[in-house]
């Protein structure tokens, strides 16, 4: 199976599709599946908007996207970030708010069929926010994830390959917007990934391409787009723990970005 992991874009639809039919034609594949790792910037409704994305993207192409009840050009599977409208994603009955397109919520599964079985994806969408890791996650609608959605994903059975937005605690960033290098401290991510052990976990919130490892198991981020590496070409088969990385997107200094198997 090949499938395309995407890092934030905050609501800007149109470019993200865009470059991923751009980045298939570029490796002459079709990508089965996009994993988004949030931040997608669901607003359906631009006046409900946060403030820090009406002082920086604004609303993005969904509200016409839902308006027209839109269909994505590839299928789509994505967890939350920490900008999205939060209260109207959890109050959708069935994981498919456009056609294509697949919110997986927090501690939940998805699974991709593959030939006669599947290939199962976990999610834990949001940032890491001290004051409410310890909350119930019944008690709170936001941009935060929580110990027990951690729990709930870790006791819910196999995941091959992991979603999260924020950096599992223990990644480092060499090189970042804040100036030197530092290491994440996003509580219980880092447990989440030695628990569940996927075969890749993705995340995004930081806005940079990195390569990270917790307990042996690689950790991806990805870039925002359009910037290098927000887009990252896998190929997974359904069965044992083997997966590569095919190519990046977009290119490099004018060539695309490949890199080897993992």
Same mark, same amino acid.
């Given at each position: ?41 669901? $607003? ?7 403030r820090a ?27 939350? &970030?920490?900008?999205?409208?939060? %209260? ?31 290939i199962v ?7 890491? &926010? ?46 970042? #917007? ?14 989440? %990934? #030695? ?20 307990? &042996? ?25 083997? $997966? ?19």
């Open positions: 199976m090949i499938l395309c992991a995407a890092g934030d874009i905050h609501g800007a639809l149109d470019r993200m599709y865009e470059e991923v039919l751009a980045f298939e034609t570029e490796l002459g594949v079709r990508f089965e599946w996009v994993l988004h790792v949030g931040d997608l910037g669901v $607003w359906p409704d631009p006046e409900r908007i946060d994305t009406r002082n920086h993207e604004g609303a993005g192409d969904f509200p016409a996207w839902w308006a027209e009840r839109r269909p994505a050009p590839r299928r789509t599977l994505f967890v939350k &970030g920490n900008h999205e409208d939060f %209260v109207w994603l959890d109050a959708r009955a069935r994981p498919e708010i456009l056609p294509g397109l697949f919110y997986l919520r927090n501690a939940e599964r998805f699974e991709l069929p593959c030939g006669d079985t599947c994806v976990g999610g834990l969408g949001g940032c890491h &926010g001290p004051s409410d890791y310890g909350r119930r996650s019944r008690d709170l609608q936001g941009r935060h994830y929580t110990r027990d959605e951690i729990d709930r994903l870790i006791t819910g059975g196999r995941v091959d390959l992991l979603l999260v937005h924020d950096a599992p605690a223990g990644v480092r960033f060499e090189r970042h #917007r804040r100036g030197a290098g530092w290491v994440s401290d996003a509580a219980g991510l880092d447990e989440l %990934v #030695r628990a569940v052990r996927p075969r890749v976990c993705f995340f995004g919130h930081h806005h940079t391409r990195v390569d990270g490892e917790v307990a &042996g198991v690689p950790c991806v981020g990805l870039n925002k787009a359009p910037h290098p590496g927000s887009l990252v070409a896998i190929e997974i088969p359904p069965r044992n723990r083997s $997966w590569r990385i095919l190519a990046e997107w977009p290119r490099r200094s004018g060539e695309l970005s490949r890199a080897g198997s993992t």
